[in-house]
């Protein structure tokens, strides 16, 4: 079964700095993965997912995120946060073929952003 | 746009009563899901169904009931709704594409009080 790691529960970073947020998978394959943000009281929008091809991977609201498969990483990145990306941060993976395309999903990563 | 609507975004229900949630989507979506958040656990899986009338599992099903009648709506179902189940439940469906890396679009979740 695969599983997904976050280590950062919280993250603080000033308004303008980069960000990386990260992720380890564990899964036997290669993996389908995905960040989803959840903005409070909202439910989850994907940001981006990769399951093939190049693995730079870009997003919406511009994150983009890089699978390292020797890593087994996909971590979360954005050059410059803005104070509306303060939200919580979900990675998730699945595994190709299974019943109903289920993910697993990491922990979160809850971004708070500083003027 | 896809579109997934849960039938409340709050409530709040007393102990021993019979809870229904009910979740409904636009996409002709095969597959459903439901799952409740808690801060620090991330997102687990309570129940998904991968067709009409079908239903399986997931890791955190004790408790817990599903109803899967017509393809668009997926209901969650508390039989007798403790205090350990007041959380964020969230729905979401995903369609079988057939190349995987299917990713799942959510509803604005239900925040559940039980007293």
């Known amino acids: 079964a695969q599983s997904v790691t976050q280590p950062d529960i919280h993250i603080t970073v000033s308004e303008g700095a980069s960000l990386e947020l990260r992720c380890n998978y564990s899964?036997?394959?290669?993996?389908?993965l995905f960040w989803y943000v959840q903005s409070p009281g909202q439910g989850l929008q994907l940001l981006l997912k990769?399951?093939?091809?190049?693995?730079l991977v870009q997003g919406i609201k511009g994150f983009e995120a890089e699978f390292k498969r020797s890593q087994s990483s996909f971590n979360l990145r954005k050059p410059s946060v803005h104070w509306s990306d303060a939200a919580e941060y979900f990675c998730?993976?699945?595994?190709?073929?299974?019943?109903?395309?289920?993910?697993?999903f990491g922990g979160g990563t809850r971004l708070m952003v500083k003027p | 746009d896809v579109k997934v609507t849960q039938s409340s975004r709050y409530l709040v229900k007393r102990t021993g009563e019979k809870v229904f949630l009910e979740c409904v989507q636009d996409?002709?979506?095969?597959?459903m899901f439901w799952y409740r958040q808690d801060p620090g656990l991330g997102l687990r899986l309570i129940y998904f169904?991968?067709?009409?009338?079908?239903?399986e599992k997931g890791d955190i099903p004790e408790g817990y009931s599903v109803s899967r009648e017509k393809k668009e709506r997926f209901s969650l179902i508390l039989e007798s709704a403790s205090t350990n189940q007041t959380s964020m439940y969230l729905c979401?469906?995903?369609?079988?594409?057939?190349?995987?890396?299917?990713?799942?679009?959510f509803g604005p979740g239900t925040r559940l009080t039980v007293t």
């Open positions: 979401a469906s995903s369609a079988n594409l057939g190349t995987g890396g299917n990713e799942q679009y």
């Open positions: 899964y036997g394959a290669t993996p389908y």
């Open positions: 990769y399951f093939s091809g190049d693995t």
């Open positions: 998730a993976v699945g595994a190709p073929g299974n019943a109903g395309n289920m993910l697993t």
């Open positions: 996409m002709d979506h095969e597959n």
């Open positions: 169904s991968y067709d009409v009338k079908m239903k």
